[in-house]
């Protein structure tokens, strides 16, 4: 079955760096589009990134220029490097599929296979 595992949320200071991992399985990794998702509490999940199955790259606005999405196709993973981390983007982070959705369904957040999430915590 569609298995979808994230991890590398930790605490970092402001400006610092993380990288997010979700690795994946169950499913043919490079059809599906991936997206990163992000929710604070008492908030919808926000996208953030996606790479679709041909490798597209897609960014949220407050994160472009910040945010980083690579696959290796090699671990079935897909990676999220966030530099210049700012308290806001303090959030838990999940990465969901989709065999209906693309990078270009970016408002839904109605994608079917979703990970646990991942803690991001941005403070001093």
């Known amino acids: 079955q569609v298995q979808l595992v994230e991890s590398g949320g930790d605490l970092v200071q402001p400006g610092g760096s993380l990288r997010l991992s979700c690795a994946a399985s169950g499913f043919p990794f490079d059809a599906y589009a991936i997206k990163w998702f992000r929710q604070v509490p008492g908030k919808e999940h926000e996208g953030v990134s996606c790479?679709?199955?041909?490798?597209?790259?897609f960014y949220s606005e407050p994160v472009k220029r910040r945010f980083s999405i690579s696959r290796d196709t090699t671990k079935n993973t897909v990676y999220l490097q966030m530099n210049n981390l700012r308290p806001d983007d303090t959030a838990v982070y999940h990465c969901?599929?989709?065999?209906?959705?693309?990078?270009?369904?970016?408002?839904?957040?109605?994608?079917?296979?979703w990970g646990q999430g991942t803690q991001v915590t941005v403070s001093s």
């Open positions: 790479i679709s199955g041909g490798g597209h790259i």
């Open positions: 969901a599929t989709d065999q209906r959705r693309s990078c270009l369904d970016w408002s839904t957040t109605q994608w079917q296979f």
